[in-house]
């Protein structure tokens, strides 16, 4: 209770939130991607280095660094002190403690009231960190994912907040979210909670805790149909939401952009492969028919075009942190748009421009950072790390707010801007296009994302140093801009 008043008296007079005006900046998705463009419909990567991106997803999806692979697994499995699991998840506890902790650390639920030592108690009686150490690898531990599930830093679906008068804290910044993991995703099952609700898996990307009803089982039977059928033809989702009904008839999930699936295409659209569960919770396979106008098969040619059509069923919608309510954050935004291209990104933002080939602008000024971005930026390949965010560079345009001169537009999911005594957020709140200007006339006390500490721009046609090298499955995903 000393925490409540201590929180209630630094910001109860503060106003925290009010709306970025739009008005300023079209969002129709054709204004900066024109359909007439000479190039509306031409390659923008070359076919090589696309099949490059192509074989590295195979690889994270049903290859040596998937979490059906023997080896790659028991490498997560055996790592030593500090890293090893138990070690990491017995600090992931105590972050969520309420023990010794300052004020603006002190977390709560959805009733406004600081969680007791209880709460934070019964969760790591129900993970019994026991069964994090000694570890064998087990087939019968492989599975996959047969709905979309959040992936959660500890197995509750609790919610766990700052104080909402903390600027960019509060809803919708739950801090036990981590991701989302689409239906069809590959797992490896490390540990189940006591009560057998949830189940700590590894994913092609990270470590999180994910409702129990949502994975089945795999045996080497239905291993050896997906991944044969992977390795042949990987469909991707290209209108997010999709119904997935099977041939019944019935309703199996909805799929969304960033999700793919075994397929081959049909004179009616394209057959993809699902996977469900029998009456023993073993997956088997569904094969369902998708619209052609719903699903891909990859890699989807990267031109302007089809940048467009991606972006068109993507933009508007609600930011989502860390994936909150299938929506997208910046980072699960970048790697949902360009996975039909076939392009593998980590979950977190700072990995992600280590893809490709980097410029970093970190030590030079705002002015100087925007007018490399402009003459050196490629459009649709160009990510930009700022800070604790990411987003995509789609060209140089006549800025609206001082005609005659130009300004570098990008396509990110943002949640808002913060001014430079950071005691406030302007929220803007979702898909959007956005430039990055020196600053915002609505509003100059903003800070520019020009500004930032960061200024790292990956170049997706050229191949990082670290390309070749699996990604680090992290357990919990950090902070990100809010």
């Avoid at 994302?449 to 990604?471: H, M, R, T, V, W």
């Amino acid at each position: 209770m000393v925490f409540v008043g201590l929180i209630n008296a630094s910001y109860a007079e503060q106003d925290v939130v009010s709306l970025f005006p739009m008005s300023n900046y079209d969002q129709n998705i054709a204004t900066w991607i024109k359909p007439d463009a000479p190039d509306y419909d031409k390659p923008i990567l070359n076919s090589e280095i696309q099949q490059q991106h192509y074989n590295k997803f195979l690889e994270h999806y049903v290859g040596g660094f998937s979490p059906w692979n023997r080896e790659y697994i028991s490498n997560i499995l055996h790592q030593s002190s500090p890293d090893d699991l138990k070690s990491v998840e017995q600090g992931v506890i105590d972050d969520f403690s309420n023990d010794n902790k300052e004020p603006a650390l002190v977390g709560y639920g959805e009733n406004f009231r600081p969680y007791n030592p209880q709460w934070i108690n019964n969760i790591a009686q129900n993970i019994n960190l026991s069964q994090l150490e000694n570890f064998t690898y087990q087939n019968q531990n492989r599975a996959i994912t047969i709905d979309n599930l959040p992936a959660r830093a500890l197995p509750t679906f609790d919610v766990h907040f700052y104080h909402h008068k903390i600027a960019g804290q509060g809803f919708p910044f739950d801090n036990l979210q981590e991701s989302a993991m689409w239906a069809g995703t590959p797992v490896y099952i490390i540990s189940e909670t006591n009560d057998k609700a949830w189940m700590l898996a590894a994913s092609p990307e990270y470590i999180a805790w994910v409702p129990s009803k949502g994975i089945a089982r795999v045996d080497e039977h239905f291993i050896n149909r997906w991944t044969t059928a992977a390795n042949n033809k990987l469909a991707a989702i290209t209108r997010t939401k999709s119904e997935v009904i099977d041939k019944n008839g019935s309703y199996l999930f909805s799929a969304y952009v960033g999700s793919v699936f075994p397929a081959h295409k049909t004179v009616n659209g394209i057959e993809m492969m699902v996977p469900a569960a029998n009456a023993n919770h073993t997956a088997v396979i569904k094969n369902v028919l998708m619209p052609a106008n719903s699903a891909s098969i990859m890699p989807l040619l990267a031109t302007p075009h089809h940048f467009a059509t991606l972006m068109q069923t993507l933009i508007g919608r609600p930011y989502g942190w860390g994936g909150m309510y299938f929506y997208n954050d910046c980072s699960l935004e970048m790697k949902s748009l360009l996975t039909p291209f076939g392009i593998w990104l980590p979950r977190h933002s700072a990995d992600q421009v280590t893809v490709g080939k980097m410029d970093d602008l970190t030590y030079f000024s705002p002015e100087k950072r925007l007018n490399y971005l402009k003459d050196h930026g490629k459009r649709f390949l160009s990510l930009i790390y700022i800070d604790g965010h990411v987003v995509m560079y789609i060209g140089s345009y006549d800025n609206p707010n001082k005609p005659g001169t130009s300004m570098a537009m990008t396509y990110q999911n943002m949640w808002g801007l913060r001014p430079h005594t950071d005691d406030r957020r302007v929220v803007i709140g979702g898909a959007v296009l956005f430039p990055l200007l020196p600053e915002f006339p609505e509003d100059t006390e903003l800070t520019s994302q020009a500004s930032k500490k960061y200024f790292q721009i990956s170049y997706l046609d050229e191949l990082g140093p670290s390309f070749k090298q699996p990604s680090n499955l992290k357990i919990h995903k950090g902070v990100e801009f809010r």
